[in-house]
């Protein structure tokens, strides 16, 4: 059971290069969620998404897009990139309709734009 | 809207010395609470979580934290650190069924070092 993965783990861009970083779950979970972790900011809410075809921005969603075609996979996307949008990112995945059940996260995407 | 607040970003105790980190929430609503650990260049693990069912909740790794509605706070202990608790920890807020977003929301984080 792989969980929440992840790719790539480690990414260098370019300022105004474009990626994507890409999220799969293999849990069946309906609620997916792009965080990014800073120093001293803790976790933020970048996008998230209640099920397949519905998505909706969280607390820092500028410079990012995000579909979800798929209930298993929920890519970001980097427009263009920025040195702002350096970062730790992380996927997570959760049962909708249970909040008491605990998010799962992925391993993490180190991002450095140049 | 659901918030959380960790005192104190770095926390430093001994070997086998008392853990404690902070964490006060804010919610309009009842809420479920969750503590997260995250070691150095990992994803982040649950260490434990409050559904309502029991105030005192243990979890993994020796660690457990005690709801006090009163104080809005979940604070985490542990009675003899180890040097591998060194880690980040982090508190995490979601609304409760009766209402509010099912957002997760996150505390800062604090960071313990366990000193030899």
């Given amino acids: ?114 | 809207a659901q918030s959380v607040t960790q005192l104190g970003s770095h926390v430093s105790v001994s070997e086998g010395a008392l853990v404690l980190l902070r964490c006060n929430y804010s919610s309009s609503v009842p809420p479920y609470l969750f503590w997260y650990v995250q070691y150095p260049n990992q994803g982040l693990q649950l260490l434990l979580k409050y559904t309502s069912a029991a105030t005192l909740v243990k979890g993994i790794n020796g660690f457990e934290a005690e709801f006090k509605k009163s104080e809005t706070s979940f604070h985490l202990t542990k009675p003899s650190a180890h040097m591998s608790d060194a880690a980040e920890y982090f508190c995490a807020v979601r609304a409760g069924e009766q209402g509010g977003s099912e957002k997760l929301v996150f505390g800062k984080g604090t960071k313990l070092t366990v000193n030899p």
Avoid at chain 1, 18 to 30: G, I, R, V
Avoid at chain 1, 43 to 69: C, F, K, M
Wanted: hydrophobic content about 30%; glycine content about 10%; aromatic content about 10%.
């Fill in chain 1, 1 to 114: 059971n792989a969980g929440v993965t992840q790719t790539p783990k480690f990414q260098v861009l370019k300022t105004g290069q474009s990626m994507t970083l890409q999220c799969a779950q293999d849990m069946n979970h309906e609620y997916m969620s792009w965080y990014r972790q800073d120093p001293g900011m803790g976790l933020r809410l970048i996008h998230y998404s209640v099920g397949a075809g519905i998505t909706d921005q969280g607390e820092v969603p500028n410079g990012y897009n995000v579909s979800r075609s798929t209930t298993e996979d929920f890519p970001l996307r980097l427009l263009s990139a920025a040195p702002s949008q350096t970062s730790v990112y992380f996927c997570a995945s959760s049962s909708r309709g249970q909040r008491k059940t605990e998010a799962f996260f992925g391993q993490g995407t180190r991002l450095t734009v140049v």
